[in-house]
Each structure stands twice: as structure tokens, then as C-alpha cells.
């Protein structure tokens, strides 16, 4: 299973995360943007910034290694790739 940590850098009407995927002795690092418009959205102040990003993460890792993650995105652009995310994830949280 891997290990997701998620830091959050910058919060102005954006947030900005890193992010450390470690599994298998190696490490993947990406930059996150989200929205504070689009992180409502998706989770309707029902959990966190941080567990939104983690939680895309896993969703992410369910469907592709830690190394064919995009290394900098914005979170709403998973939904282009994986359209059943939004809906996922708004079930999960």
C-alpha cells in the first residue's frame, strides 16, 4: 500500500499541495492546485483540503502506478482522464 503525505504550501483563493507518494522503496513528488470554488464543490466542507488531495490520490493508485501520476495538475483535471472521479469522490468524502 502506499504512503501519501500531503503538505500544503500556499493558501490565497488557490491551494497548493505537494505531495510524496512513497511505495515499493521509491517516491513520486507532484504539485496540486485546487480552486477554493472547486474544493466546495467536491466535498461541500465535509472534509478537509488535504484529505480531498489524499483521497484523489488513492483514487488515482487504484488505476495507475505512482509513476504515470502528472507531476504538477490541477485536481479537477483528473475527472478529464477518469470521468467517474468527481462522482467517486464525492461518495468517499
Given amino acids: 500500500m502506499a504512503e501519501i ?3 500544503q504550501s500556499v493558501e490565497n ?3 497548493e499541495f505537494e505531495v ?3 511505495e515499493g522503496g521509491s517516491e513520486t513528488r507532484h504539485q496540486v492546485n485546487l480552486t477554493k470554488a472547486d474544493y466546495e464543490w ?3 466542507g465535509r472534509a478537509t483540503p488535504e484529505e480531498l488531495v489524499r483521497e484523489s490520490f488513492r483514487f488515482l493508485l487504484e488505476r495507475e502506478p505512482k509513476e504515470s501520476i ?3 495538475f490541477d485536481l479537477t483535471v483528473i475527472s478529464d482522464y477518469f470521468p467517474a472521479y468527481e462522482r467517486v469522490i464525492k461518495k468517499r468524502l
Fill in 5 to 7: 503525505n500531503v503538505s
Fill in 13 to 15: 483563493d488557490t491551494y
Fill in 20 to 22: 510524496i507518494v512513497s
Fill in 42 to 44: 467536491l466535498t461541500g
Fill in 70 to 72: 502528472l507531476r504538477g
